[in-house]
């Protein structure tokens, strides 16, 4: 299968109000360490769990349980994607404003659309169900599901399987950016007031409303992808 145009979505933070899940979701999960033993140090404030966002699970836990055994990150593993499933069901939070009408424009006219995301693969799966993005995903890729490393590594593989000739890399995070840039692809950086300064350094051009997608793509042509 070749896939001559993509275009790569990241998850928290770019399609997903993560910020009004993760909280409640890792002080639930810090508070259960406590309870069976398993963790005696701090729950992480909102600054430090913001901060992890966009990272795969085993570097989210080298930061939040430095020096914790596998017993406690396997066991921290398990609670935070319970606690992240149930508060998606619940309703905690929301798509961005926009999204899922501009997926499925994008979708109407034809663009092979991706998540390329650090996250478990539960966790985007039940995203997909819950808010109805699955049937206009080509695809759903996660660390959690291919056990990948790096967000570049992540996108390298998911280019080379579909073997997408062009691509655009959509996300919040200098992760983004990089594995766009990386692998050779335009980037378009969100900003949707939660990027520190500098974040989105090297997108080649940022979003403020996820809405603006649709005009930015239809200035985009095949020359500037070929150039980025």
């Known amino acids: 299968m070749s896939i001559p145009f993509a275009i790569l979505f990241d998850m928290d933070g770019t ?45 989210v836990w080298n930061k939040l349980l430095p020096g914790a055994s596998k017993e406690t990150v396997h066991a921290a593993d398990t609670l935070l994607l319970e606690n992240e499933i149930q508060l998606i069901n619940e ?17 109407a006219q034809g663009f092979a659309l991706f998540v390329a995301s650090n996250g478990q693969e539960a966790y985007i799966d039940a995203i997909c169900e819950e808010y109805g993005l699955k049937p206009l995903m080509t695809d759903l890729y996660s660390a959690g599901r291919f056990s990948t490393k790096t967000k570049n590594d992540l996108v390298a593989k998911l280019l080379a399987d579909y073997q997408v000739k062009q691509a655009i890399m959509v996300g919040d995070r200098h992760s983004d950016v990089e594995a766009g840039k990386t692998n050779g692809l335009f980037t378009i950086g969100c900003d949707f007031g939660f990027a520190e300064q500098g ?30």
Do not use: C
């Open 91 to 107: 309703r905690i939070t929301e798509l961005y404003p926009g999204v899922k009408e501009t997926l499925q424009t994008l979708h």
């Open 15 to 59: 399609l997903l109000q993560t910020e009004k899940l993760s909280t409640p979701a890792f002080t639930r999960t810090f508070k259960k360490l406590q309870e069976k033993g398993l963790w005696d140090g701090p729950t992480p404030d909102e600054p430090e769990i913001t901060n992890v966002l966009g990272m795969t699970i085993e570097q």
């Open 199 to 228: 974040e989105l350094d090297g997108a080649d051009v940022v979003i403020t409303n996820f809405s603006e997608l649709l005009d930015t793509l239809s200035k985009i042509d095949t020359i500037t992808l070929k150039q980025s």
